[in-house]
């Protein structure tokens, strides 16, 4: 019998935001793999921290944050090379993954080199989609409204064509893309609408309307939550 | 000093998929209210039922599932009242909300009509989109994938147009508007990209390609998801 790996969601960030279902899974296996910093602390582990109890085989898999992805692909072969091992001597592993496994998460990249050969199961979790919404306090979507989710490494020229053509949008992974991206929201006029959310429901939360936020910031865990129609829900 | 109103989100169906933070609020809470059919029984309810804990003060909100809007608003300004009576007094309520409340939750309306008087919070849950990603056994949306997420209820053309344009998307609401959309589907060329999956998460999940729905099915909690690109992860 070989082991199944399980990919848990645990939420955006506040420990209790975790699913009961998590939290069984994560409590009663015994191999504990999670991504990390190349050098450093994993924020997945950090997130469980509180829920953890006693020890664990833990597995920290470290990927290169390069731009070329095949430093980044080799090392996610390692990893599912190390992940089964345990699995084919049928210890179950659990994989961490902010917020939910399968939006944008990085544990597809596991998925993608190890369901074929083991059995996986997904729990999904709270996403930071919703909790950036919750953190505005302010729906991300309301009765027939398009919801647009953008990727800001995507061209300003696509980006801006997306944006003219919906009601709401998040857009993700801001990163190093910041200045391009509040120069596009700006230049369609929607800087009003804009606003920019870091690490949601942690404990250093930041909200900001994005017309507060300096071009050369170096966002973090942070998104952008666009709503073009204001309070649609009233 | 007034009570506070917490929309909670219990996620799409599994009562495991619960937050803890929803968990506690809603076990500590004396007065819970949710949406429920006219006539008959709560979804949100029977969620959570495993979790409750002896007697509370049991608030159903029943909307009339009406096309003409008023009646429904009618509705809520009636149960902003009734649950306004509870804070008034100091009285805590949570509201309860399938998936998340944010993400095309009704639970927007009764926000709406309360926030601007007493204090409400928020918790975000696992909302019905990744929970089908997640039964898929598939990633919604990978790298920097476009995810547009669209309410059936729209135009066939503005779905056109917007499904042309996007690597996934995820179809809501799809209900009486099934035989509609899985044509728009069909003519796009889409029909092999296209999954249905009714009561994600559920015991009577149910998963199929939509080429095997017919099109006169009466879809209930159901969504269509599409991916373009296939297996982007692999």
């Known amino acids: 019998m070989t082991g199944t790996l399980y990919g848990l969601g645990i939420g955006p960030g506040d420990p209790e ?17 999670y991504p990390a910093l190349e050098e450093g602390d994993s924020l997945a582990r950090a997130i469980v921290a509180p829920h953890l109890n006693g020890h664990k085989t833990e597995i920290a898999i470290r990927i290169p944050m390069t731009v070329a992805r095949e430093p980044a692909q080799v090392a996610y072969d390692l990893a599912a090379k190390e992940l089964g091992e345990h699995l084919k ?10 917020g939910d496994p399968f939006f944008y998460g990085s544990f597809m990249y596991l998925f993608g080199r ?3 050969d083991f059995p ?12 950036c919404a919750t953190a505005l ?12 989710v953008l990727p ?5 020229r696509i980006l801006k064509e ?39 429901t942690m404990e250093n939360e930041k909200i900001l309307p994005l ?14 939550l666009i709503h073009k129609r204001g309070q649609a829900w009233k």
Chains 1, 2 share one sequence.
């Open 17 to 33: 935001l975790i699913t009961l279902k998590a939290l069984k899974l994560l409590q009663s296996t015994q191999v504990l793999a």
């Open 120 to 131: 996986v199961e997904v729990v999904p979790g709270v996403s930071s989609l919703t909790a």
């Open 152 to 156: 800001a490494p995507l061209d300003s």
């Open 211 to 224: 017309s507060d936020v300096p071009p050369d910031a170096a966002p973090y865990f942070s998104m952008i």
């Open 162 to 200: 997306r944006l003219r053509e919906t009601d709401s949008a998040a857009i993700m992974k801001v990163g190093r893309h910041f200045a391009r991206v509040r120069e596009v929201i700006d230049e369609m006029g929607l800087m009003e609408n804009a606003r920019y959310i870091e690490r949601a």
């Open 89 to 98: 001597q049928g210890e179950d592993v659990v994989v961490l993954c902010e």
């Open 114 to 116: 190890i369901a074929e």
């Open 137 to 148: 306090q302010s729906p991300l979507s309301a009765r027939n409204d398009i919801l647009t």
